[in-house]
């Protein structure tokens, strides 16, 4: 039934969302704004500027374009900084492999990231070929939970978007996955995304009869 499956990148392929978080932290307190995992929730699956707006609004922080602009580059420095070691341990339990038994059975496979960082953490951990489409931060207008990123994999893998599955550690992601007319799938804990339609703790846990 499902041709395609499309994974968002950070937080369910690799363990990277620990370090969106320590980056945005760490900004977040040179603001002297009190930033807590909590409300880092509402970060994950959201492109950069769109954090740096829902962190100043936390804070009941108003700046200019230019300054904000600044202070995005930072974080995403300090970001790079702390993905610059990564490889192939980087992936989270069980991913590559379920990639690849997916693809044994010639399911399709693409990455819907808002980051545009995604191509670089792909190349380190070595997973960049197993993709059949990539749609990164770079390539899309609207953020998530807007379905963009979604509609443009099912585009180019030239299928229609019920034939297509999305595997999300966030609640923007599972809302544009869904917008877009695809099943979901969670990854992490069922209070914060219980509405998914499969959760699943980890990639291990994964067991769809789906495809
Ligand atoms: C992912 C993460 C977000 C991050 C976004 C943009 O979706 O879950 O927390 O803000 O990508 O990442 P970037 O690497 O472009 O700053
Ligand atoms: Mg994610």
């Known amino acids: 039934i499902f041709k395609a499956a499309i994974f968002d990148l950070d937080g369910v392929l690799v363990d990277t969302a620990k370090y969106h978080y320590f980056a945005w932290k760490r900004l977040a307190d040179t603001l002297n704004i009190t930033f807590t995992e909590e409300d880092n929730e509402r970060l994950k699956g ?51 492999e379920y990639i690849h038994k997916l693809k044994s059975q010639g399911v399709l496979t693409a990455i819907g990231s808002a980051s545009k960082n995604a ?72 209070e914060i995304l219980c509405e998914a339609d499969f959760i699943f703790t980890n990639m291990l846990e994964v067991e769809l009869p789906l495809f």
């Open 46 to 96: 959201v492109n950069r500027m769109k954090c740096l707006d829902i962190i100043l609004e936390i804070g009941g922080v108003s700046l200019g374009a230019e300054v904000k602009l600044e202070l995005a580059e930072k974080k995403n420095n300090w970001y790079r900084e702390y993905i610059h070691n990564m490889d192939k341990s980087g992936l989270l339990a069980g991913a590559e």
């Open 119 to 190: 191509k670089a953490i792909l190349t380190r951990t070595g997973i960049i070929e197993a993709f059949d489409v990539i749609v990164d931060g770079n390539m899309v207008q609207n953020a998530k939970p807007d379905p963009e990123v979604f509609v443009k994999c099912a585009n180019l893998l030239n299928i229609t978007s019920d034939k297509c599955v999305v595997f999300e550690d966030s609640q923007a992601g599972i809302a544009a996955a869904k917008a877009a007319g695809m099943k979901t799938v969670g990854i992490g804990s069922e």
